[in-house]
């Protein structure tokens, strides 16, 4: 096992910079997601770590040996495809064993590493089958038994889940997890999904346009984003949104976007004339009750039951928002309901920097 240290990393190609200094620190053991939409760059940071793609200036160290110049089979990094990658003329025995084959390891060595790695992964009863007769998931699963048997310091996982279907996705989703939880090994994995981020990661990276937004636990990055970007980025429903501006109100500091008002929590950092953005997530609307603050008229627009929530689209003060409820609500597009946001709840950025205040 080994920690991963990236200083500064850039990535060019010709005059088109891709990745901006990226730095971060992954120390020994921790499973690391780096997550943002496609074309952020993650999954060049990525291959350069596994040392398919040169660095352009900066350094990348994996067990404090900086590897800018190694080849990747000198880097001890085993890495899992969004291809399954397997050799079709191969059994999955074979297929697992054949890095160790190529580096002339004994064949009782071979078959004990294989052996224990299918222990680990339920593979035992389809060592003798060939790729054709695997479903995708244990496809998949023989490809990160491939990495397994190489003892690795480090594992790389570059998008492994898309070619699945949904249920098997959160099946590998725990399993993976597991499996971490069991090897110890350092992992870095790159989706473009942040509910998988946020449901496997120690830490996740937050990439957007070359850059790192934000770094931290899964519910730090939830609970307190560090921008726009990360606001919207991370939580399923996204976020909702309003362009408005600070103030005072009978001494009250309260925000103003069109027909809406909200009193919002006293800070210095804003200040009455101040145009910012408020952000509030969908789960944190509630329908009113006799006492309840901030309440808001409203008109349900689309109804989207899921069985065990509710996901409403409503208008209000002018406003389209997102409302999901924990619960089933007999609702039709058109009923008038009254909502309720708890100030408390509420984010805060500076409209032209996108930070958070």
Do not use: W
Request: net charge neutral.
């Amino acid at each position: 096992m080994a920690s991963i240290e990236i200083r500064q990393a850039r990535k060019a190609y010709g005059t088109l910079e891709v990745l901006h200094g990226v730095s971060i620190d992954i120390p020994d053991g921790e499973f690391v997601i780096l997550v943002g939409p496609s074309g952020c760059g993650k999954s060049t940071l990525l291959r350069m770590i596994a040392g398919l793609e040169s660095i352009s200036s900066g350094e990348i160290a994996i067990g404090n040996l900086v590897v800018n110049d190694l080849p990747p089979k000198k880097r001890d990094i085993a890495m899992v495809f969004q291809s399954y990658a397997l050799y079709p003329h191969m059994t999955v025995a074979e297929n697992m064993g054949f890095s160790l084959k190529l580096a002339r390891r004994s064949k009782a060595e071979i078959d004990q590493k294989v052996s224990e790695a299918a222990d680990i992964l339920g593979l035992q009863p389809l060592l003798a089958r060939k790729p054709a007769q695997l479903s995708g998931g244990q496809r998949q699963r023989v490809a990160m038994g491939r990495a397994i048997v190489r003892d690795p310091a480090v594992f790389l996982f570059d998008e492994p889940l898309s070619n699945l279907d949904a249920q098997l996705r959160v099946q590998m989703r725990s399993e993976i997890k597991a499996l971490h939880q069991r090897l110890k090994t350092t992992t870095v994995y790159v989706t473009h999904d942040q509910v998988e981020a946020m449901t496997m990661a120690d830490r996740i990276v937050v990439m957007n346009d070359g850059n790192v937004e934000q770094v931290g636990p899964p519910l730090e990055l939830f609970d307190r984003p560090a921008n726009l970007f990360v606001a919207r980025f991370i939580g399923s429903p996204s976020m909702n949104m309003l362009d408005g501006r600070i103030e005072s109100i009978d001494g009250v500091t309260t925000f103003v976007s069109g027909g809406f008002t909200l009193p919002i929590r006293s800070t210095s950092a804003v200040k009455p004339g101040q145009e910012i953005v408020l952000g509030f997530r969908p789960e944190h609307l509630s329908l009113a009750t006799s006492g309840s603050t901030a309440q808001l008229n409203a008109e349900v627009v689309v109804v989207e039951p899921t069985g065990t929530e509710t996901l409403l689209n409503v208008t209000a003060a002018g406003h389209a928002f997102l409302a999901l409820f924990r619960e089933r609500l007999d609702l039709a597009p058109g009923d008038q309901i009254t909502l309720s946001l708890d100030p408390a709840n509420v984010h805060l950025f500076d409209k032209v920097t996108g930070k958070r205040f």
